[in-house]
């Protein structure tokens, strides 16, 4: 049996930043496994899954699925470029620039959730694919997520596509810009 994906604090921080917070927000969020008020460090997957469920009924509910999971997704990185840790990061990328990103997706998803299973491939300049294995979260928001930190990587006009996808948790991304 396959080990749980281990989610850092702080990219909850940033999903639950994508919903005005009130009453009704905060008691589903803590139904799901989160406590807003006295979060821990590390939680398993099942419970940023349960919050991301949460999230995406309070804020998105007028986008179809994954027009929902994909806005969620570029959200959830301008969120967490508000964050500490995510204000550095966002510097680096701004410095790296998006090629150097690209080469660093699997590190900086590593950073935030583990075990990931992720590989990148240049398939051509500014054209690469990202292969994500094993992976329990939406397509949509790792699209989503992708061409945010792209664009604060200094992409213009990023384009992300789900290439292929054999099943929930094993997808490729198209990221062209």
């Not at 664009?151 to 997808?171: H, I, K, L, Y």
Request: with cysteine; glycine share 6%; net charge neutral.
């Amino acid at each position: 049996m396959a080990t749980e994906v281990i989610v850092q604090a702080t990219l909850f921080d940033s999903l639950v930043r994508c919903a005005p917070m009130d009453g009704a927000l905060r008691a589903d969020l803590l139904a799901a496994g989160y406590d807003v008020d006295r979060p821990r460090a590390l939680y398993p997957g099942s419970v940023f899954i349960a919050c991301q469920t949460v999230v995406q009924r309070a804020a998105y509910s007028h986008l179809g699925p994954k027009a929902a999971q994909r806005q969620m997704g570029r959200d959830l990185v301008r969120s967490y470029f508000e964050t500490l840790v995510g204000r550095v990061v966002g510097m680096a990328l701004k410095v790296a620039g998006p090629e150097r990103a690209m080469k660093r997706v699997a590190l900086s998803f590593k950073s935030v959730f583990e075990p990931v299973y992720i590989q990148t491939l240049m398939l051509a300049p500014s054209d690469w694919r990202v292969e994500f294995r094993n992976y329990p979260f939406p397509h949509e928001s790792a699209a989503g997520t992708c061409e945010g930190a792209l664009r604060q990587a200094g992409a213009e006009n990023p384009s992300v596509e789900v290439e292929r996808s054999t099943s929930a948790e094993d997808f490729d991304l198209r990221i062209r810009w």
